[in-house]
């Protein structure tokens, strides 16, 4: 793996050269935020010819988008089983294609050519915390048949191969997916749409809007910008250009952190390359670098430094693999995910030339991606496909209660996934013994020669058994049992 996953330049951050907006300027589009979704609309658009500005207030890829695994998967948050009860199982479908076309996106950009460094590889298996046998069955059922992706379903045998621990049983094994270092993709994307004529500009904060004219005007601290189309790629961030839509987010940080080299042991635990998350959506890791671990997992509704969190990453690793013992984290990082009420991303046009595409939780990798290919065929060539999105209204998202109901619900979600989780080890071990003791039973048997009956040699016709006793005689004391026979 060719992958470095040292700390992110300075100068791939673009802190030496970050052009800011000194003066007025006019464009088709200007796209509020830098992140992934602002920047693959921007690629886009800029590709099929549209004059493009990014107007970013910190720089690129500062929040979520610069410090993210990596991992591209077809889907949304929402499971597939929600999202066709809720819209009926040929939008679904349609929705389901586009985030797939959305991974591909990022497939065909994210090569080595276009990105050095940035380290491809296939194949990420999800894997349950509880022995859910059946479900998986159907759910394979479903996404090979009815939505045409590739995925095969592991058994728990063939999951504790290549992952050596108790903890998870069986898998789902998507040999299409792939992961990329996430923190460079986003800066490879940002030279990607600047060869592609975007022009970016860092430093530079959207302090408010004006979106009622068809040509409409952006504010910024130190000059101004037309445009007709404004696209509000801001995450939680956006703050001012439209504070209600930000209401509409809930807030959720995730962090990260990558150990300290543990050579071959590493290998000897977890033999598998690519990502692996659990199905509960607790722990995402993989193998970076040759022999150090990736590991994603504690969350919280406000921010934090993610350095708090070393102890916590650490934690969980030994939890889930105890044999690699107290690993060193030599490196953490975090952001902020936006994440909404019904769990689909917010992407599609509030009033005319207006635009929003944000909501991307944990999975942004695909889904701001296609974001970007809908936004901006839309306003470049009519395609109106984002109305695919209108049921998922912009719902507000409980302001500060909404935070601590979401905590609340994280909270009771890891602890209820980590008791359903013992629960099924309880019973898989409950198993073993029952199978074990019958195992000795029958051992004793035959050595008692107590054991099934052969079938009687030919000619030697079989005893009668006697009839059972019924259960409450069979209960009386011996001594009365023979009173009654005198
Ligand atoms: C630890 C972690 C791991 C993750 N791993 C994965 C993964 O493996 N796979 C995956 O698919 N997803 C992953 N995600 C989720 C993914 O990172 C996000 O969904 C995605 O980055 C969101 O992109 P965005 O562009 O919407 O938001 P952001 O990254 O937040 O970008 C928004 C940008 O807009 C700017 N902005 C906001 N308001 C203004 C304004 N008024 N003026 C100017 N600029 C403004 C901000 O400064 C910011 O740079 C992970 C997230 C985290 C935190």
């Given at each position: 793996?060719?992958?470095?996953?040292?700390?992110?330049?300075?100068?791939?951050?673009?802190?030496?050269?970050?052009?800011?907006?000194?003066?007025?300027?006019?464009?088709?589009?200007?796209?509020?935020?830098?992140?992934?979704a602002?920047?693959s609309?921007?690629?886009e658009?800029?590709?099929?010819?549209?004059?493009?500005?990014?107007?970013?207030?910190?720089?690129?890829?500062?929040?979520?988008?610069?410090?993210?695994?990596?991992t591209v998967m077809p889907g949304f948050a929402l499971p597939l089983t929600e999202l066709i009860e809720r819209i009926g199982f040929e939008d679904a479908r349609e929705l389901w294609t586009l985030s797939k076309q959305g991974a591909e996106f990022v497939r065909?950009?994210?090569?080595?050519?276009?990105?050095?460094?940035?380290?491809?590889?296939?194949g990420v298996l999800e894997v349950s915390?509880v022995?859910a046998g059946d479900r998986l069955i159907s759910r394979l059922q479903m996404l090979a048949g009815d939505f045409d992706t590739d995925v095969e379903g592991w058994?728990?045998?063939?999951?504790?191969?290549?992952?050596?621990?108790?903890?998870?049983?069986h898998g789902v094994y998507y040999p299409r997916a792939f992961?990329?270092?996430?923190?460079?993709?986003?800066?490879?994307?940002?030279?990607?749409?600047?060869?592609?004529?975007?022009?970016?500009?860092?430093?530079?904060?959207?302090?408010?809007?004006?979106?009622?004219?068809?040509?409409?005007?952006?504010?910024?601290?130190?000059?101004?910008?037309?445009?007709?189309?404004?696209?509000?790629?801001?995450?939680?961030?956006?703050?001012?250009?439209?504070?209600?839509?930000?209401?509409t987010l809930l807030?959720?940080?995730?962090?990260?952190?990558?150990?300290?080299?543990?050579?071959?042991?590493?290998?000897?635990?977890?033999?598998?390359?690519?990502?692996?998350m659990d199905s509960d959506g607790?722990?995402?890791?993989?193998?970076?670098?040759?022999?150090?671990?990736?590991?994603?997992?504690?969350?919280?509704?406000?921010?934090?430094?993610?350095?708090?969190?070393?102890?916590?990453?650490?934690?969980?690793?030994?939890?889930?693999?105890?044999?690699?013992?107290?690993?060193?984290?030599?490196?953490?990082?975090?952001?902020?995910t936006g994440q909404t009420v019904h769990g689909m991303p917010q992407i599609g046009q509030l009033?005319?030339?207006?635009w929003v595409a944000s909501g991307f939780g944990r999975q942004g990798m695909n889904t701001s991606a296609m974001a970007g290919q809908m936004i901006a065929r839309s306003?470049?060539l009519g395609d109106e496909r984002w109305r695919l999105f209108s049921p998922f209204e912009l719902v507000?998202?409980?302001?500060?209660?909404?935070?601590?109901?979401?905590?609340?619900?994280?909270?009771?979600g890891?602890?209820?996934?980590?008791?359903?989780?013992?629960?099924?080890?309880?019973?898989?071990?409950?198993?073993?013994?029952?199978?074990?003791?019958?195992?000795?039973?029958?051992?004793?048997?035959?050595?008692?020669?107590?054991?099934?009956?052969?079938?009687?040699?030919?000619?030697?016709?079989?005893?009668?058994?006697?009839?059972?006793?019924?259960?409450?005689?069979?209960?009386?004391?011996?001594?009365?049992?023979?009173?009654?026979?005198?």
């Amino acid at each position: 793996m060719n992958e470095t996953f040292t700390s992110v330049s300075q100068e791939e951050a673009g802190f030496r050269d970050r052009a800011r907006l000194s003066f007025d300027l006019d464009a088709d589009i200007c796209v509020i935020g830098a992140g992934l979704a602002g920047l693959s609309i921007a690629l886009e658009a800029a590709r099929l010819g549209a004059s493009v500005a990014v107007l970013e207030g910190r720089h690129i890829g500062w929040n979520a988008s610069g410090n993210q695994l990596g991992t591209v998967m077809p889907g949304f948050a929402l499971p597939l089983t929600e999202l066709i009860e809720r819209i009926g199982f040929e939008d679904a479908r349609e929705l389901w294609t586009l985030s797939k076309q959305g991974a591909e996106f990022v497939r065909a950009n994210a090569t080595e050519a276009n990105m050095p460094g940035i380290g491809p590889s296939d194949g990420v298996l999800e894997v349950s915390n509880v022995d859910a046998g059946d479900r998986l069955i159907s759910r394979l059922q479903m996404l090979a048949g009815d939505f045409d992706t590739d995925v095969e379903g592991w058994q728990a045998d063939r999951v504790r191969e290549v992952l050596k621990t108790d903890r998870y049983f069986h898998g789902v094994y998507y040999p299409r997916a792939f992961q990329v270092d996430g923190r460079k993709y986003v800066h490879g994307l940002a030279a990607l749409a600047r060869r592609a004529g975007a022009r970016i500009f860092e430093d530079t904060p959207v302090v408010s809007i004006d979106h009622s004219g068809i040509r409409k005007r952006i504010v910024t601290p130190s000059a101004r910008l037309r445009a007709t189309h404004i696209v509000l790629a801001g995450n939680i961030h956006l703050g001012a250009p439209l504070r209600r839509l930000s209401e509409t987010l809930l807030p959720v940080w995730r962090y990260a952190g990558i150990t300290a080299p543990l050579g071959e042991r590493v290998h000897e635990v977890i033999a598998f390359k690519g990502s692996v998350m659990d199905s509960d959506g607790v722990d995402h890791f993989r193998i970076v670098d040759g022999d150090r671990l990736m590991w994603e997992s504690p969350e919280t509704t406000w921010a934090a430094r993610p350095q708090r969190f070393s102890g916590t990453v650490r934690r969980r690793v030994r939890s889930i693999f105890p044999q690699l013992g107290n690993v060193e984290i030599t490196e953490t990082f975090g952001g902020a995910t936006g994440q909404t009420v019904h769990g689909m991303p917010q992407i599609g046009q509030l009033r005319k030339g207006l635009w929003v595409a944000s909501g991307f939780g944990r999975q942004g990798m695909n889904t701001s991606a296609m974001a970007g290919q809908m936004i901006a065929r839309s306003i470049l060539l009519g395609d109106e496909r984002w109305r695919l999105f209108s049921p998922f209204e912009l719902v507000w998202a409980g302001g500060a209660t909404g935070r601590a109901a979401g905590q609340m619900v994280g909270i009771w979600g890891r602890a209820s996934s980590a008791a359903a989780g013992s629960l099924a080890r309880y019973r898989e071990r409950a198993r073993v013994k029952d199978r074990e003791r019958e195992a000795r039973l029958a051992e004793a048997n035959r050595a008692a020669g107590t054991g099934p009956r052969r079938p009687p040699p030919p000619g030697v016709r079989p005893r009668l058994a006697q009839p059972p006793k019924p259960a409450a005689e069979a209960l009386e004391p011996a001594s009365q049992d023979q009173g009654v026979s005198q």
